[in-house]
Nanobody
Framework: QVELAESGGGLVQPGGSLRLSCAASEFILWMYWVRQAPGKGLEWVSQIDGGGSTYYADSVKGRFTISRDDDKNMLYLQMNSLKPEDTAVYYC????????RGQGTQVIVSS
């Protein structure tokens, strides 16, 4: 089973930026970011394939950028113009439902 480890979360003011990282134990063709806001279910955020094609939820499009470094088996999520509604635990995952995901990293957007 693939091991995933997220990092980079924290407390940030509205309008601020954070960069999340995910270390994978092996190469994964499709990689995903999902999130879970307090009291809500898992929500797909973004995904990237092995060729670099990217996809985003409408709620983050234009603000978040997903990228990968396959030499290091790393996945990233650059988050700009953060909003309070982006507050959630963010997970990298091997599928859009987040059924195989890491331990998560907390992002809190608050003034």
């Amino acid at each position: 089973q693939v091991e995933l480890a997220e990092s980079g979360g924290g407390l940030v003011q509205p309008g601020g930026s954070l960069r999340l990282s995910c270390a994978a134990s092996e190469f994964i063709l499709w990689m995903y970011w999902v999130r879970q806001a307090p009291g809500k279910g898992l929500e797909w955020v973004s995904q990237i394939d092995g060729g670099g094609s990217t996809y985003y939820a409408d709620s983050v499009k234009g603000r978040f950028t997903i990228s990968r470094d396959d030499d290091k088996n790393m996945l990233y999520l650059q988050m700009n113009s953060l909003k309070p509604e982006d507050t959630a635990v963010y997970y990298c995952a091997t599928d859009s439902l987040g059924s195989d995901r890491g331990q998560g990293t907390q992002v809190i957007v608050s003034s």
